[in-house]
């Protein structure tokens, strides 16, 4: 069954909708209208209990003032441009910078601050907005669909985009996923289907090359609790994992999986997208989230499936400029199996 109703009025007056699919036993997923978001994903563990796996507030207000990107459709560029600019076509583009020098996630506002219309077809929860042209300093007037699918064991994610004229575009999901309920994500196993990743500088811009996870902590080729490494030195910065890897193989294919033994329950993610940004939360610091939980530092984990960061700017990486009238088109997959 899916269903609409209100969900709340934003600071400027827009109604956003939430979006409820319940199966008959009780899983569920809820979708809102603001940020095109994935607001709550209730599904059943190996133990036969209704858990909710990833993180989110109850109130709209705390979307609106929330930094965390929790659940959100990310665009029109995931990750970061260095220098908030980059030139195609022989002409310069600035953005709008949101983190010191550079631009995050498409900007001050992105796609994550936007509303976005909604309609049902059969399964389909369908989220669709047309972008002002030049927004956040992007060259063009976008046109975006994001599709979600809930089956109540599978959740599918698939983009598609349309500019008028020549732009950079790396569309994302930055769900935060906590499979046990636990006040953190450090017990929970993950493998990443990846042999290299890519350095950056102190303000995490990709430096250009590709290296190794061979002897780093960011080898995860075979399971590893997350917790086991994530305060070595290597990490730096960081605080944690906040790292892109080059994912192997090409079109649709399982590049990651996520465990939790003590509740028999694995996610796997599965992406037609080169590179997957494994981020664990490393900077909420006690915020109050769904059902009055409050979520601190680890409390869960992204994996944001996506072209490469800065990649306007480095030309050595995958292009991901989407050519004027061509149709971007995408797909994610998170499945989830009791163990």
Do not use: W
Not at 102 to 113: C, D, E, P, V
């Amino acid at each position: 069954m899916i269903r609409k109703e209100l969900f709340g009025t934003t600071a400027l007056g827009k109604i956003i909708e939430e979006i409820s699919v319940t199966m008959g036993d009780g899983v569920k997923a809820q979708f809102l209208t603001y940020g095109a978001t994935l607001r709550r994903l209730i599904v059943k563990d190996g133990r036969g209990r209704m858990r909710n796996v990833v993180l989110g507030y109850d109130g709209l207000s705390q979307y609106e003032r929330g930094t965390g990107y929790f659940g959100a459709t990310v665009g029109r560029y995931a990750g970061r441009i260095g220098g908030a600019a980059f030139e195609l076509n022989g002409q310069s583009h600035a953005l709008s910078a949101n983190e010191g020098a550079n631009t995050l996630h498409g900007g001050i506002l992105g796609f994550s601050r936007r509303v976005f219309d909604c309609e049902l077809d059969g399964e389909d929860i369908i989220f669709s907005r047309t972008t002002e042209p030049a927004e956040e300093g992007f060259p063009g007037r976008m046109t975006l669909k994001v599709t979600y699918r809930f089956t109540g064991e599978e959740l599918s994610i698939k983009y598609e985009a349309l500019c008028d004229c020549d732009t950079p575009i790396n569309l994302t999901n930055h769900s935060y996923f906590n499979l046990t309920g636990k006040k953190d994500i450090l017990d929970h196993t993950l493998q990443i289907d990846s042999d290299s990743y890519l350095p950056t500088s102190e303000d995490m811009i990709p430096t250009g090359q590709v290296e190794k996870v061979d002897l780093t902590p960011l080898d995860f080729r075979k399971p590893t609790a997350l917790g086991e490494r994530i305060h070595d030195e290597f990490l730096g910065v960081t605080g944690g994992y906040d790292h892109t890897f080059v994912l192997k193989g090409e079109g649709m294919r399982k590049c990651a999986v996520l465990t939790a033994e003590g509740v028999r329950l694995s996610m796997e993610c599965h992406t037609d997208r080169p590179a997957l940004q494994l981020y664990t939360a490393n900077h909420l610091a006690g915020e109050l989230g769904v059902n009055a939980s409050v979520y601190g530092k680890y409390a869960g984990v992204a994996l944001e499936t996506q072209n490469f960061p800065d990649s306007p700017n480095k030309p050595q990486f995958p292009s991901a400029i989407l050519r004027a009238g061509e149709v971007f088109a995408s797909e994610t997959k998170y499945i989830f199996r009791r163990l």
